[in-house]
């Protein structure tokens, strides 16, 4: 990623692990060309051509860990060729999943023809030739890719192969493909927050997720190890309880019971955790109520409505548990958020 580095010196600079360039800090004639090239570095070497390359405009940002890179691009509208030349120039052999934001895409590789839209994942290789068609609708594409090495991938004899260019989408209800999706939109900001044990365990979750939603697609799951299968089911239980911390019967058992397992068999899924399950669902819950009580569009609901909003039944046990959280009651941090909104006022 040097050309990255270097771009980042000029521009933004680094932040934490996460390392963000933009075409802005080039001069202006040489702008697609310092793209073309940083994209032959940090993806593979391709033959690009844009309508827009005299005023071509390029961002990107990326995490780096032990076992795999994602990086977020966003750039004008182009078309990407990797012919059998230039994969003799340079292979890194490595898989990549692409995840569209916005305007759509094509790309052709091994037969396979994927045409995706916002929402849309697909798996491509360096080791094949490629053509890559990023539409024109007027605006910036955004996409994501994952870099999983061939090494790290744990689909043996070729059998991602069967999946290049193949559309997977992630909209659809809580499997891995749809994990797969909110962990690569969200992880360049989870990543600047992790020190490097907690971004390595990061990065083994985004090939786990990865290895199950392709696995799955190919009715494959029982080749994966059983640690990949079990990292892919704590990743489904973590966003469910995300996605339903206002439901006050919201407790192990009911966890373990909607993901058709025992309350024992969840707590060992979760033992080398740094928090048990019940443990985790109160942060999450207290995490919520401070960051409502502290907005000022929400000053109007109570705390007890806030308490409740969040799944807790009882408002002195939430206050009790929110001071030994934050070491002071939730008026506190209403009154603090209070008196911080009228200073700006004033």
Sequence with gaps: MSLIHDAARQTEGADGPVVSASTDGVPAAERFDWWV???GHTV???AVH???AARFKGSVEAVSMPHSQVAAFNFSPMAARRSPLYIRRHDPEDYYLVLVHGSPIRLEQARGVACLGAGDMTLFSTSAPLTCDFLDRG???RLTLLRLPRTALPLSGGRADRLLAEPLSTRAGSGSAALLGSYLSGLPTAARA????ELARLGVIGVDLAATALAGRLGAQDILPTETRKAALRARIKLCIEHNLGDPGLLPAAVAAHHHISVRSLHLLFERERETVGAMIRRLRLERCHTDLADPALYQRTIAATAT????RHPADFS???RKAYGVPPSEVRAVARA???ALDA
């Design 37 to 39: 090239e940083m994209v």
């Design 44 to 46: 593979m070497p391709v």
């Design 50 to 52: 844009s309508p827009h």
């Design 139 to 141: 605006r910036q594409t």
């Design 194 to 197: 992790c020190g490097p044990q």
């Design 309 to 312: 909003r969040w799944g807790f």
């Design 320 to 322: 009790r548990a929110f």
């Design 340 to 342: 911080r909104a009228r």
